[in-house]
């Protein structure tokens, strides 16, 4: 007899966030698991076929079955490495910095049990060192397989070799493969998924929503994000591509409810609230999800978007603050313009008649970016000045003040976004230049 629930099929891993001066370390079960969690929260049974380390087979077992787990299929186990990610920054404002602990020296020794995975009729497989080929053949035709692409996935040879038998390829603007093969121009990987027969792609792109691509007719549904305060953002999108890949309904619907469910996991790691605020969204009725609104700022339109730096970001100071926020506005795929850097700087004793071509060069610049990301260190006086031409202007104005020094009331109410939390400003980026790409005129 079929299944009637999904399985997931993966690796079970350890999640180890790296403690800061503000936050301590936190464990937790990672990998396939986070898919589990997911659709536990949704309200959906499931099964999970695992990869799993020796020393983690019972304790997966336990926390799973006690988290909706129908069935535990134990595909292989992990030998040589302890499958432990260390995780530098989980709410992703720049690269994350993951560190698989000795990924060199893992090995998978399958397991000799018979496995029938020919049963289910809904598959979703998040790729590992394991042999995914092997997986694939135990599979019917017939079943109806979502992959994620999202990470061990490098080569279009490895997707190629997937031909005739998956339905439905997700992927994250965060994996090597995206980096590869779209980062300029989506169409590459659109013709790769059409070419092993893939109905649909979901582009899963962080803050700025998703697009989900019927390779049929062409057709694009923009899904939105709805920003707050990340609290972890690790296996977000395992969770969103579970749901993708086991809901029924439209292909549409089920990003829909992917979407509501990624966006609760980013804001706790603690199951019982997950479970209550998915129950919550979740009974929204489809229609009304749609029409509430959010982020819109696809991957490719961000470097058209052009973001002004007004900051001290001289050659004889060093903020590390503005590296970081470069780094992570960079990350996300937006161009930012550095007037220090382009029209040169001024050396400190220059004469006062020498400025103007400076001034007149930053000015214009202004002019042609769409928003202002605003870092005022030591309250700079050129960067406050910046700040007001650029609301004088009418252009969005993001302040990062990451020492607390400038609760002017003009600097923030003038500003779109303020904070010293350079996750709440990346979010007031992307709010801002979503609106502006949704009505120019603003």
């Given at each position: 007899m079929p299944e009637k629930i999904p399985i997931l099929i993966g690796e079970v891993a350890i999640d180890f966030t790296m403690p800061?001066?503000?936050?301590?370390?936190?464990?937790?079960?990672?990998?396939?698991?986070?898919?589990?969690?997911?659709?536990?929260?949704?309200?959906r049974g499931y099964a999970v076929g695992a990869f799993c380390p020796t020393y983690l087979i019972e304790q997966a077992h336990d926390?799973?079955?006690?988290?909706?787990?129908?069935?535990?299929?134990?595909?292989?186990?992990i030998v040589g490495a302890p499958n432990v990610i260390a995780i530098r920054d989980v709410k992703e404002v720049g690269?994350?910095?993951?560190?698989?602990?000795?990924?060199?020296?893992?090995?998978?020794?399958?397991?000799?049990d018979h496995v029938?995975?020919?049963?289910?009729?809904?598959?979703?497989?998040?790729?590992?060192?394991?042999?995914?080929?092997?997986?694939?053949?135990?599979?019917?035709?017939?079943?109806?397989?979502?992959?994620d692409a999202a990470y061990d996935v490098d080569s279009e040879d490895f997707i190629r070799s997937l031909t005739g038998r998956v339905e439905s390829v997700a992927i994250s603007t965060s994996s090597n493969l995206f980096t590869k093969l779209a980062s300029s121009d989506v169409a590459p990987l659109l013709d790769l998924a059409k070419s092993v027969g893939a109905k649909q792609l979901l582009l899963k792109e962080n803050r700025g929503g998703s697009r989900l691509f019927d390779l049929g007719t062409g057709d694009i549904e923009y899904i939105t994000a709805t920003l707050d305060v990340?609290?972890?953002?690790?296996?977000?999108?395992?969770?969103?591509?579970?749901?993708?890949?086991?809901?029924?309904?439209?292909?549409?619907?089920?990003?829909?409810?992917?979407m509501q469910v990624a966006t609760v996991y980013s804001q706790t790691t603690w199951p019982d609230d997950l479970q209550r605020d998915i129950e919550r969204e979740l009974r929204i009725p489809i229609e009304v999800v749609r029409g509430l609104g959010g982020v819109t700022?696809?991957?490719?339109?961000?470097?058209?978007?052009?973001?002004?730096?007004?900051?001290?970001?001289?050659?004889?100071?060093?903020?590390?603050?503005?590296?970081?926020?470069?780094?992570?506005?960079?990350?996300?795929?937006?161009?930012?313009?550095?007037?220090?850097?382009?029209?040169?700087e001024a050396s400190r004793n220059a004469p006062i008649e020498?400025?103007?071509?400076y001034y007149f060069s930053d000015v214009q610049l202004l002019r042609e970016c769409a928003a202002i990301f605003a870092i005022p260190i030591e309250r700079d006086p050129g960067t406050l000045v910046e700040i007001g031409l650029a609301i004088e202007m009418g252009k969005p104005v993001v302040t990062f003040d990451p020492r607390d020094e400038n609760r002017n009331t003009m600097v923030v109410r003038g500003s779109t976004s303020y904070s010293s939390d350079l996750d709440v400003c990346l979010n007031g980026i992307f709010d801002a230049l979503s609106k502006l790409q949704r009505d120019p005129r603003r």
């Open positions: 800061t001066r503000v936050t301590e370390a936190k464990v937790r079960l990672g990998g396939v698991v986070h898919a589990a969690r997911g659709l536990w929260a949704s309200g926390y799973l079955t006690r988290h909706g787990c129908q069935e535990f299929v134990l595909l292989g186990e690269h994350q910095g993951y560190e698989d602990i000795l990924r060199d020296q893992r090995k998978v020794v399958l397991s000799r029938d995975l020919s049963r289910f009729d809904s598959v979703v497989i998040f790729p590992g060192s394991y042999d995914l080929g092997g997986v694939i053949n135990q599979i019917k035709r017939t079943a109806r397989i979502t992959i990340t609290t972890n953002s690790v296996g977000v999108g395992d969770a969103f591509t579970a749901v993708f890949g086991s809901f029924d309904g439209s292909a549409k619907d089920a990003a829909w409810r992917g700022l696809p991957w490719h339109v961000r470097r058209d978007l052009q973001i002004y730096l007004a900051a001290p970001d001289f050659s004889y100071k060093d903020h590390p603050e503005i590296s970081a926020a470069v780094a992570a506005l960079e990350y996300h795929n937006f161009r930012v313009r550095r007037p220090v850097k382009e029209n040169g020498s400025l103007s071509s």
